[in-house]
């Protein structure tokens, strides 16, 4: 099969295409790792098949509109409080 049939079929089949799915992955990967690790924007960028950090970053901006280390505090500020507004109900 030839690269533009492959594209034009996965293209119909899953509404984007195959560059733009493999992204919309790696950033959610990236998501996941921001969320539950303490990894550096490096080592996420390495990590979900971004070629150099400076690509992740901007790839990560144009999805989310923000920067990956601002998505990690916001992310990190939202659960904070959820525990420690939780730790207060339960009387912690």
Do not use: C, K, N
């Not at 924007?41 to 400076?54: E, K, W």
């Amino acid at each position: 099969m030839s690269v533009r049939t492959f594209t034009r079929r996965f293209r119909d089949e899953v509404g984007v295409t195959p560059g733009h799915w493999l992204t919309t992955q790696r950033i959610e990967r990236a998501r996941q790792l921001l969320e539950t690790s303490d990894l550096a924007v490096d080592q996420v960028a390495d990590q979900t098949g971004f070629g150099a950090a400076s690509s992740f970053r901007l790839h990560f901006r144009t999805a989310l509109g923000v920067s990956p280390m601002a998505y990690r505090r916001r992310f990190l500020t939202t659960r904070s409080t959820t525990e420690t507004a939780g730790s207060y109900r339960s009387g912690t």
